[in-house]
């Protein structure tokens, strides 16, 4: 059995792309493609191989990034590991950049007019430091992204429900994006995400979001508040043949 992949029905639409997000079911068990580019784990190469074998992607073409919640993006050209990074963008044929998943929001897009592709790791941190904002807005200044033809995918995360937080995290985010919940807070990331792509000027239709929760269906994903230092990772990835 292969694995099962997610894929955008936006991002699908054009030929020359290659793009997905891992889940936990395949023939292995548990489907665990791990946290980081030099993770010694034979299992975790094996079931890269596999899950890279999947979409048709030369697993010696990857791109790679250590991700910490951060506003950083790179520029990437070549296959590599990037250190302390959380947003990849590339114009290269056949490069396919990763992005690691258990809870925060993957978000993958692309620009058809140019053939920019990208990947945005943001989580509370990224979504505070506003790595979407940041990223998308330097690829409108520097390299022309084209708004009216950038299409997003939101991959599974935590839901707005499950992610609870203390007072110090929510008074974070404006009280619109915030509700209160018995003792504890939700914010909701997702929409304060959306927010900024829409503030930049791209078109609410250009933009799919999935609404599964990786920590409710914890047959599908891997979850990191819900299986702590146990939780496996998914991997969303995205290139241009
Ligand atoms: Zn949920």
Redesign the pocket.
Request: some cysteine.
């Given at each position: 059995m292969k694995p099962v992949v997610l894929k955008s029905f936006l991002l699908s639409k054009f030929s020359e792309l290659v793009h997905g997000i891992s889940t936990r079911i395949s023939s292995v068990n548990d489907f665990n493609l791990g946290n980081n580019a030099n993770c010694k784990n034979e299992e975790i190469k094996r079931n890269r191989e596999i899950f890279f074998d999947t979409l048709g992607i030369d697993k010696d073409r990857v791109v790679y990034q250590q991700q910490v919640h951060s506003d950083k993006f790179t520029i990437v050209e070549k296959p590599e590991l990037i250190q302390e990074n959380d947003a990849l963008i590339t114009s290269q044929k056949n490069l396919f950049l990763v992005v690691t998943i258990a809870d925060c929001i993957p978000i993958l897009f692309y620009d058809k007019t140019n053939q920019i592709a990208g990947v945005i790791h943001s989580g509370w941190r990224g979504t505070y430091n506003q790595i979407v904002k940041k990223t998308i807005n330097y690829a409108i200044s520097n390299l022309s992204l084209d708004r009216e033809n950038t299409f997003f995918y939101f991959g599974p995360s935590?839901?707005s429900?499950?992610?609870e937080v203390d007072e110090d995290v929510a008074t974070l985010f404006k009280s619109k994006f915030v509700k209160k919940k018995e003792k504890k807070f939700t914010v909701n990331l997702t929409e304060i995400n959306l927010q900024y792509l829409l503030e930049l000027g791209i078109k609410s239709s250009n933009i799919q979001i999935s609404h599964l929760?990786t920590?409710?269906l914890e047959k599908l994903f891997h979850s990191y508040r819900r299986d702590k230092e146990k939780s496996g990772r998914m991997l969303g990835v995205i290139g241009i043949k």
């Open positions: 935590i839901c429900e499950c992610f929760c920590y409710e």
